[in-house]
Each structure stands twice: as C-alpha cells, then as structure tokens.
C-alpha cells in the first residue's frame, strides 16, 4: 500500500545522483535536500512508487517523501549499491559518506564524518568503496557481510586543488577512476591491485575546467568523462 509518488514529489528538489539497483527493477535517486528515494519501476505508472526513502539527517522511511531539510549542506550528491544489491552509500556536502542496509534501513557506517563529498562507490566485487572527501581520493576496503569498511584506507591519492567530484570503478575489477573539479581538472586511473598511477589526464581550459562525471564503458576499456 505506498501511495504512487505525484509529480510535485519529483520535481520538488534539484536532482543530483542516481543509480540502477543490480538485481531489482528499482532506482535509487538522491536530490540536494537531504533526501533519497528509491523507486519501483516495475509499477509501470507514470510516476512511479516510492519504495524507500532515506534521509542522512532522519533516518528511514517507507513510502512516505522526507520533509526537506533547511540545512544549506545537505545536499545528497551521488548514490550507490553493492553488486548484491544489500547496501547502499550515498556522499554528502559537508557530511562525508553514509552506508544503509537496504532491506532494513538501518545505518551501517558513516565514513570521512567531515568532508563534503561529490562522488563515491562500490567496487564492481563489493571488496572496496571509493570516497572523495574534499581533494583526497580514498579507498577504503569493505565487508559485504557486515556492512562495514575498514578505519584505515588502503590508498589516499591528493588532486591537490578543487573537489574530486566523480569515481567510478570498472567492471572488470581492475582499475579505479577519479575526476577532480575547479582548479584540478584531473582524470586519474589507478590499478586495484597495487593502487600504483595507471594513467593520468588533465582537462585543458582556463583554470584546468572543472570535470563533473566520469564513467568506464561496460567492457571496461574506455573512459568517459563530462566536464
């Protein structure tokens, strides 16, 4: 019985990550107001059911959208799930990474507590989250069974200026991808299994433009990026 979700509901709030759930026809969307909902798309209606809804500030919800927050740095700025499907992490302005059982709502974890944070993720094998806190590229390893990364990171890699804005891991499990914003313009790879420099790119423009996304394609060969 959740109530299908009305386009006030959608457009309410500017729209700032998104992820496909691994396993069931869902879609995890977070906004700058606090807020993530997950969608059923398989109610096939034009705006579809809200599942799940996860505040950073207030916890968890069924079905019913969070009130938004008045706080100027809560803006939710990328989301990601396990390959399993079981957690999810979303990377918050001012307010670091928070993991969730997806199932249960509850909150596993909550990484770098004091970094604004544009873009994390799950490796593709669900051994390790990417975090960027603020101009530091962090991997930390991760138990798919408790929910729980490692305290320490196994790698920390400084773009030196401007926020790291996106990561992204490859398919194949080999190499991490990060992209640096204003004053950084960075596109560096790394290898997973020693975390050494693969590659590294900067963005030409005045002021080394800020890159906004990055992605591997599915064969894990190309490297895309949006600046």
Same mark, same amino acid.
């Given at each position: 019985?959740?109530?299908?979700?009305?386009?006030?509901?959608?457009?309410?709030?500017?729209?700032?990550?998104?992820?496909?759930?691994?396993?069931?026809?869902?879609?995890?969307?977070?906004?700058?107001?606090?807020?993530?909902?997950?969608? !059923?798309?398989?109610?096939?209606?034009?705006?579809?059911?809200?599942?799940?809804?996860?505040?950073?500030?207030?916890?968890?919800?069924?079905?019913?959208?969070?009130?938004?927050?008045?706080? &100027?740095?809560?803006?939710?700025?990328?989301? @990601?799930?396990?390959?399993?499907?079981?957690?999810?992490?979303?990377?918050?302005? !001012?307010?670091?990474?928070?993991?969730?059982?997806?199932?249960?709502?509850?909150?596993?974890?909550?990484?770098?507590?004091?970094?604004?944070?544009?873009?994390?993720?799950? &490796?593709?094998?669900?051994?390790?989250?990417?975090?960027?806190?603020? &101009?530091?590229?962090?991997?930390?390893?991760?138990?798919?069974?408790?929910?729980?990364?490692?305290?320490?990171?196994?790698?920390?890699?400084?773009?030196?200026?401007?926020?790291?804005?996106?990561?992204?891991? @490859?398919?194949?499990?080999?190499?991490?991808?990060?992209?640096?914003?204003?004053?950084?313009?960075?596109?560096?790879?790394?290898?997973?299994?020693?975390? &050494?420099?693969?590659?590294?790119?900067?963005?030409?423009?005045?002021?080394?433009?800020?890159?906004?996304?990055?992605?591997?394609?599915?064969? @894990?060969?190309?490297?895309?990026?949006?600046?």
């Amino acid at each position: 019985g959740n109530p299908a979700l009305s386009s006030a509901d959608v457009v309410r709030d500017a729209l700032d990550g998104g992820s496909f759930h691994p396993i069931k026809n869902w879609v995890a969307v977070s906004d700058n107001a606090t807020t993530i909902r997950i969608f !059923d798309l398989g109610s096939r209606l034009e705006f579809p059911t809200v599942l799940k809804t996860f505040t950073h500030n207030a916890g968890f919800k069924y079905g019913k959208p969070a009130a938004r927050s008045q706080d &100027s740095d809560g803006e939710c700025n990328c989301v @990601s799930f396990t390959s399993g499907g079981k957690w999810m992490l979303c990377g918050i302005n !001012d307010h670091g990474v928070k993991i969730w059982n997806v199932k249960t709502g509850a909150q596993s974890q909550h990484l770098d507590r004091r970094s604004s944070v544009d873009g994390a993720a799950f &490796s593709s094998d669900g051994q390790f989250v990417g975090v960027g806190a603020h &101009s530091l590229l962090k991997i930390y390893r991760f138990n798919v069974r408790t929910g729980k990364a490692e305290v320490t990171p196994v790698m920390t890699s400084d773009f030196g200026s401007g926020e790291i804005n996106a990561l992204d891991f @490859s398919n194949d499990g080999k190499y991490v991808v990060a992209v640096g914003g204003v004053g950084s313009g960075k596109v560096k790879i790394f290898n997973t299994s020693d975390w &050494s420099l693969k590659s590294e790119y900067v963005n030409p423009g005045p002021g080394n433009v800020s890159i906004k996304s990055v992605m591997f394609s599915p064969d @894990s060969q190309l490297v895309a990026y949006g600046a």
